[in-house]
Every structure is written in structure tokens, then in C-alpha cells.
């Protein structure tokens, strides 16, 4: 492995490094919506409708190049569904008439789209969907006219680093190549954003506050396993850096074969997808979490049986072995369409399965689509925040009666951990959800910046709830695997397989890592290294004393 780089950087920001990589660039700020000025006396209606005119055609420009650029189907579907919205001819003859009868550019633009999202509303149904997209299209269209950089994903035009307050899902899923790395102000390290920057396989940093004063074209140089941002670096240092993430990157991805210890202990390395578009082709043993709420994030209506088959046979098509997870809905994973009212601890409210305590036939279609759409594929299917053994056997008798044979709970709430035996009486295999299991243990909000230590599932009480699963696990001869963040974690990977964990599922991008850090060590040694961390947490994390060797064993140094 390579030495890291001599030179010293002027400064430094500290975050929580969430998707490993070092590398470095310009940075590129996400600009913030436009605020409409006061409405401006019009001297030159004939300029205004020029000003509405070019504005939307640059709106459009800009996203044509973006889908142009970007590097999944998903993120150019939906940047050229966008470029279109804004060559919308309508749109543009009541913008341009406003202007002509005496608005200013920018509040004619903004009544238009008012207007318009009025209408989309009206019809319902798909188009009414589309309302959130006309928000941002209008956005762009404002600043563009007022000269202000247009929000949302930056385009300077070459490779940069993106420093945001914080992103959404849909920013994170038209991210374009462009994006050396991610540094947001806010956000946990197991918050979707995290995840879903993870899976794009790009280094990214969260909950680092001293962002907010980075400017754009300000170089930085960014280290996803340390959280660290250096700043004010030169040009020469950015490009060694830059040459060195290209290296280990090329190496990892050559990586290939399926997981086990240095003496032959299987521990098949599995997939965590939002959707087909996050399946990589020789990466992963099947997948391990299909998470099927990110299909439907944006959607006011809910997705009919057929539109589901197609969605989840995407995914069963191109994968031997697939665990797909019914609808995770709440708190960070809005799905509007079941129109539930707002709660006051939304975390701790009607989400996951609970859901079907007010919305039943939600997952009896879902229960069937995914039947339906199983081919060939090997398909299991697991309920997401399952907390007693009744739920446990409901949900089993559920998917049963929808002709799906290999049923399972995930455990992701202490009271799961704790019932793991009486669960497996009834569920086939569990699957441990250490995001969500590290913030009930330790009622710390997983997207809190602030609680890091708290949510690092190297802590020994969630390694003992792991313990306890996979212990019953054993007795019942029923698969336990991880499907959390800490799967792809490579420190805590053998770890994960010391505690007797049997499989482990996490993005394309952590499984080159994950599967070298396995392949270094024995399965003893696994052992010993998960009874260490059972006693005295897995502290070695932090101060990197212990760490996985490319070749030969690997070791505790004390
Ligand atoms: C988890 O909670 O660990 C998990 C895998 O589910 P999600 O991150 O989608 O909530
Ligand atoms: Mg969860």
C-alpha cells in the first residue's frame, strides 16, 4: 500500500468520514434557493420577455449537459425529464405574456411556474408528483435571471468537491462523476445521505461544521477514513493525492471472488441496493438489502402491483440471490403517498412494519409483487423494524400466504436482539440492522453529528446484541447476517464474523475493502478479536492500533 502523501497542509476541518477515499479538488458550494426581490418598476417589457426566454433556455442547457454527463440511467431519466419540464412551450408563453404585460423577468418566472404547479397539482396522480421538480425547476430559472448560481448540485464545469449544508436522497442520486467527494455540515454517519454517497462509491464526510466556511474554487484535499478536510492545499499536492485515489481505487476494483478468512471460512459478501442502478456487476455474492423504499421516495400516489413488479424484477433479474425488505417508511425515508400525519418522534412512531398497523394493504401488494416478480432469482424477504415475536410470526404467515418460502425479521430494535431465539421459531433467518440498533440502544439519533461516538457500532453493548443474535442463530442452524453500515466497515468485519455472524451485506463500494480485510486475518482470529471487542469495545477503531494487513495475519497491537 502506498505511503501517505509528505506535504503539510496549511488547515484542517474535522467531520466524521463516512465513505472511505482520500482525494482532493476545487470545492463547488450548493447554492441555496434564490429569495425573490421586491418586484422591480419595468422600464422594457420586450427585455423582460428576452430575460424569461433565456433563462429557461439556460435551465434546460444546463440540465441537458448534466444528463449528458451523468453516470446512471436512473440520474439521466430523471435530468432529462427535468430539461424538458423547462422547454415546456406553455410554460414559456405565460411566462413571456406576464413579462409582456409589465412583470420583471424574475416574478413573472416565478407566477408562471406558480401557475403551472397549480395545474400539475390539480390533475393528480403522476403529474402532481412532478410539482417538487417544478419547485426546483423554478428555483434555477429565478437565479438564473437574477445572475445568482443556480441551487442544487453545482456544474462548474470540472471536477470539484461538493460542500453542501446538508443534501436529499434525489440530490445524492443525480450526482454526476464530476464529484471527487462529500462534505456536508450536517448529517450522521448512518443517515441515508451517507449511504447513498457510500453506494456512489465516492469519499464523503459528514457533520462538519467548520464547512460552512469553505468557498467555492477554495482546494481542498478530503480523507473519507479519517473525516479530516485540509484546506488552502496547492495544486501539485491536490494532484498527487488525486493520482494515489486513482491507484487504490484501481486496485480494489480489480478485487474480485467471494468472502472468506485467511484459512477458508465463508462469509459471503452481499449488496445493499435502492435499485437495480446500484448493482455492480462481480461485486457482491447476491444481494443482501434491497431497500425498496427508495423506489417510491417522491411518490403522492402508491405504486401499483404491475409498476412494483417491474421495479423489484429489475433487481431479481440480475442477481442469484436476492433479500429484499418491504416498505421502510418514516423518519428519514418519507413515502408521501401513504399520507400519514405528521408525529411528534417520528423515530418512535408508526414506522417500518408498524406501518401496516394503519395501511394493511400496502404490504399485501407489495407481498405479492414481490412474489410475482421472483423468477428465477432466489428471493428472500424480510419486514423492517420487527419488535416482538408476534410481529415476527405475523409477517411470516403473511409473505407464506403470498407463496414467498424463506421469510425473515430484521433486528434493529433491542427488544428483537433480545428475543432473537423466539423470533427464529417462527422466521427463517434474521438480518441485524445495526443503523437503527445502535440508535435504539443508545437513544442517539442516527443523523445526529454530534453523537458519533455514540452511533459507532464497535461499541460493546450493540457487538453483544449482535453476540445474542447470532448465538441463536447457531443453536436454531438459521442464518444471521449483518446488513447494516457496520458490514462494510473492513475493521469490524471480522469482527462481525468472530461474533458468528454468517453473512455480510453493504454498498458495491465496501466490498473490495471488506473482503481483503477478511481475507488477512483467520477465522480464530476473528474470534479472538470479536471477545475483545465483546469486553472491551472495539476502541482500536478510533486510534487505528489494530488494523488489517493486505497479506499475512493481522494483529492487536497493545
Ligand atoms: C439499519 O437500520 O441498519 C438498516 C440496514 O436499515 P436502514 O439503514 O435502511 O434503516
Ligand atoms: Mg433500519
Sequence with gaps: ??????????????????????????????????????????????????????????????????????????????????????????????????????????HALDAAFAAHREQLVALGGYFGERAADLDDLRNRAVAAVLGLPMPGIPSPGHPFVLVAADLSPADTVTLGPEVLAIVTEQGGPTSHTAI???????????????????????????????GRVDTGIREAFAQEIRVRHGLERARLAASRGPGRTADGHPV??????????????????????????????????????????????????????????????????????????????????????????????????????????AGDCEVWVMAPMVATWQEARDFAERARAHGLTRVGAMVEIPAAALLADLLLEYVDFLSVGTNDLGQYTFAADRMHPGLADLLDPGQPALLRLVADCARAGRDAGK???????AAGDPRLAPVLAG???????????????????????????????????????????????????????NAVEA
Excluded at 411518490?299 to 429484499?324: G, I, W
Aim: hydrophobic fraction near 45%.
Design 1 to 106: 500500500m502506498s505511503e501517505p502523501p509528505p506535504a503539510e497542509p496549511p488547515g484542517s476541518l474535522l467531520g466524521i468520514g463516512v465513505s472511505p477515499g482520500h482525494t482532493a479538488g476545487p470545492v463547488a458550494r450548493m447554492a441555496a434557493p434564490p429569495e425573490l426581490p421586491a418586484r422591480r418598476p419595468v422600464v422594457d417589457p420586450p427585455a423582460e420577455v428576452k430575460a424569461v426566454g433565456a433563462a429557461l433556455e439556460a435551465v434546460a442547457a444546463e440540465l441537458e449537459r448534466r444528463a449528458g454527463a451523468a453516470a446512471s440511467a436512473e440520474a439521466v431519466a430523471i435530468l432529462e425529464a427535468q430539461a424538458m419540464m423547462a422547454a415546456d412551450p406553455m410554460l414559456r408563453e405565460e411566462a413571456e405574456r406576464l413579462a409582456s404585460e409589465g412583470l420583471d423577468a424574475a
Design 196 to 226: 447513498l454517497a457510500r453506494a456512489r462509491g465516492v469519499p464523503a464526510i459528514v457533520a462538519c461544521p467548520g464547512a460552512a466556511a469553505l468557498a467555492d474554487g477554495d482546494p481542498v484535499a478530503v480523507d473519507g477514513d479519517t
Design 268 to 373: 459471503p459478501l452481499l449488496l445493499n441496493v435502492g435499485s437495480a442502478a446500484d448493482l455492480r456487476d462481480g461485486a457482491g455474492e447476491g444481494v443482501g438489502l434491497f431497500r425498496t423504499e427508495f423506489l417510491f421516495l417522491d411518490r403522492r400516489t402508491p405504486p401499483s402491483l404491475d409498476e412494483q413488479v417491474a421495479a423489484y424484477a429489475a433487481v431479481f433479474e440480475r442477481s442469484p440471490k436476492v433479500v429484499v425488505r418491504t416498505l421502510d417508511a418514516g423518519t428519514d425515508k418519507p413515502l408521501p403517498f401513504l399520507g400519514l400525519p405528521p408525529e411528534p418522534n417520528p423515530a418512535l412512531g408508526l414506522r417500518g412494519l408498524r406501518v401496516d398497523r394503519v395501511r394493511p394493504a400496502v404490504l399485501d401488494t407489495q407481498l405479492a409483487a414481490i412474489a410475482q416478480a
Design 479 to 485: 442464518p444471521v447476517g449483518v446488513c447494516g453500515e
Design 499 to 553: 461474533l458468528g455472524v454468517t453473512s455480510l451485506s453493504m454498498s458495491a463500494a465496501s466490498v473490495p475493502a471488506v473482503r481483503e480485510s477478511l481475507a488477512g486475518v483467520t477465522f480464530e482470529e476473528c474470534r479472538v478479536l470479536a471477545e475483545q471487542a465483546l469486553s472491551a469495545g472495539f476502541r482500536e477503531r478510533h486510534d487505528r492500533r489494530w488494523k488489517p494487513r493486505p497479506s499475512g495475519a
